[in-house]
């Protein structure tokens, strides 16, 4: 009777409980005769107080995987193979300009058109794409570009701007607005009827939409695109200069005039009145971008007597620096 009562093996089940309370794992740990049982508890104990502060390695110690099913095995334990951790990541804030993230800019400038050609755009992106390098924005320059040069520009900038942190696009050259729709016109738009102004030109919609769809970054977008119509005579086209937009979350948008007001070019041989003042200011440091904008607007109200009123919204959450105070 002894010897039977020696012969029985104990086995402790320990259960670890899953998602929502449902078992995940069974243990079994076989403990051997009755008389070592005392001992076995023992070293049980130690293995469950280490299963709930050590995770893993107190696993491994063990010996012990998984069981299928939630069915011990009748003997011998197996191994647990270690798990990986999983980190989420949350999103990243938008950055400050100047800051260790990603800047990415987009810079047009047009001027050799066959109606109403103009004189500073190709010397306005010319100077702006080597400020915004100066300030460490990795560049994407386009001058006197055809429709199919700036839609591969954007797609281009789009991909870019994934990783960024700061996005900025510039445009400098004529633009134009029909029916509320905001359009950049390439170099070779051949354009006789107002219907052909979606076909032959770029939508700023479509620009908006790709620095929208490609997550969360601080985004500056700045359009000298307010020169006069150059297509004149359309019956019903008589709305002068841009249209109001809406833009995506976290932007600051900047207009060379009031919407649905005309700016002027500027003298040959130099900026434009806009830019050439924009490009003063982006250059002092610790300056937000609406202090930038602000003076700015302030000297080129002054130098127009008045005629020229550039304008912004913001939807920033941010502030926002060319280049930071030191």
């Not at 490609?214 to 020169?227: E, F, K, M, P, V």
């Amino acid at each position: 009777m002894k010897q039977n009562i020696s012969a029985i093996v104990a086995c402790l089940v320990l259960v670890l409980p899953g998602c929502g309370g449902q078992p995940a794992y069974q243990l079994a740990i076989p403990v051997g005769s009755s008389d070592t049982l005392d001992v076995r508890a023992k070293q049980f104990k130690s293995t469950l107080s280490k299963y709930s502060t050590g995770g893993i390695a107190a696993q491994q110690e063990a010996g012990y995987t998984p069981v299928p099913n939630g069915h011990p095995p009748a003997s011998t334990p197996v191994n647990i193979a270690p798990v990986e951790p999983v980190n989420v990541p949350s999103k990243p804030l938008p950055a400050l300009a100047g800051s260790s993230g990603r800047k990415v800019a987009l810079v047009f400038g047009n001027e050799t058109y066959t109606h109403s050609p103009l004189s500073n755009p190709v010397r306005d992106a010319n100077s702006m794409a080597a400020a915004l390098q100066g300030y460490g924005f990795e560049v994407i320059k386009k001058t006197n570009a055809t429709r199919m040069q700036m839609r591969e520009a954007i797609r281009q900038f789009g991909d870019n701007i994934k990783t960024a942190q700061v996005v900025l696009f510039y445009y400098s050259g004529h633009g134009m607005q029909v029916k509320g729709e905001n359009y950049l016109l390439p170099v070779d738009a051949d354009i006789k009827r107002e219907f052909e102004v979606a076909d032959q030109s770029i939508v700023v919609s479509s620009v908006l939409g790709a620095i929208e769809e490609t997550g969360q970054h601080s985004n500056i977008i700045i359009l000298d695109a307010c020169r006069d119509n150059p297509f004149k005579g359309w019956s019903r086209s008589s709305a002068s200069g841009l249209a109001r937009m809406d833009t995506p979350p976290g932007s600051f948008l900047a207009y060379a005039t009031a919407p649905g007001s005309v700016a002027a070019d500027g003298e040959p041989g130099s900026n434009g009145l806009y830019t050439s003042y924009l490009l003063k200011y982006m250059s002092t440091p610790g300056l937000k971008i609406e202090e930038v904008f602000k003076k700015v607007r302030v000297d080129v109200m002054s130098r127009s007597d008045g005629s020229q009123v550039p304008w912004e919204s913001s939807s920033l959450t941010q502030d926002v620096y060319f280049i930071p105070e030191k």
